[in-house]
């Protein structure tokens, strides 16, 4: 019996390395300790979030760290070394942080790193957060290159796991871009724009934040906008359901392709149903697209419909998509 539109698209989804690559991250984290009480600070939010949140006597801290794929540093090493900070700037940002400063780390010979690290400073410029710091390996038998952010809130942090039953689902990205002429899974969003124009777009999570717009979010990474609605759903042990065709798409490309890729900046949101629509509105104002894409529901699964049919894509009583510990006793130390 032939597949419907829905169930070939979940499989997609399902089998893209950008998600399958996010399933084994809970084996890596339940194998580490519990975050201990520390003398000078509170831990108040670590695994499963785009960014641990740490209080240290009245500041909110955030800390951050992204690794960029392999395959994308093959592509373009300059392009890898900037989004190495575009990642963790958006991981401070969809908190309702703001970026202070970042480190990297670059593995690669001479020639090599000389282009990553062009492609960090050229970023650093335009994000107005500067590397301070970090650590080169000329010997690294695989390119690789990392980094480490550290921000702050000033207000109130918006948590990946706090989706409730009956909450709208949000998808908000910025549209204003186009694929990148070298890496065809990357919707480049911010190369083109400047830094004023970059500082509006990513202050919205903190103005939705401080109108009480949005219970929970994450930013739109590597397993796509379905796949991080999954990490969201997830982590807040919840189900939904998305209509994928109200997910805010490009002209000209394909379901198959949008869904695959990492845009410049985008957030998947859970907002109370009487803040949504004002949600996207607000959005609207910054120049990013938003719109309703589904509801979260009681039913562990997440499920899309698309053209006429529906399936489903994630079942959270087998699949780990957040990276929080399956760790009973890690649980009982750092409950939701």
Known sequence: MALSEA????????????VTRKMSIHEVTSKLPPVPPLAQAKVLRTFGEDSALIKVADSLLLLSSDGIWHKLIEADPYFAGYCSVLVNVNDICCKSGIPVAMVSVIGASEEL??????????????????????HYNPDSPQPLVSAAILGYVEGRFIPSDSARPGDKILAIVDLDGRVHSRYKLAWDTTTHKSPSELAKLLSYPREASRRGLIRAAKDTSNPGIVGTIGMMLEASGVGGVVRVEEIPKPRGLSWDSWLLMYPGFGLVAAAPPEEAEEACRLAASYGLEANVVGEVDESLKLSIEFKGSSAVVFDFTRDKLSGRPDSLRWLSLHPP
């Open 113 to 134: 790193a000389a282009e990553i690290t062009s492609g960090i400073a050229a970023a650093t410029e335009k994000f107005r957060v500067p590397c301070v710091g970090g």
């Open 7 to 18: 169930e070939m698209l979940a499989k997609r989804v399902r089998s893209f390395p950008g």
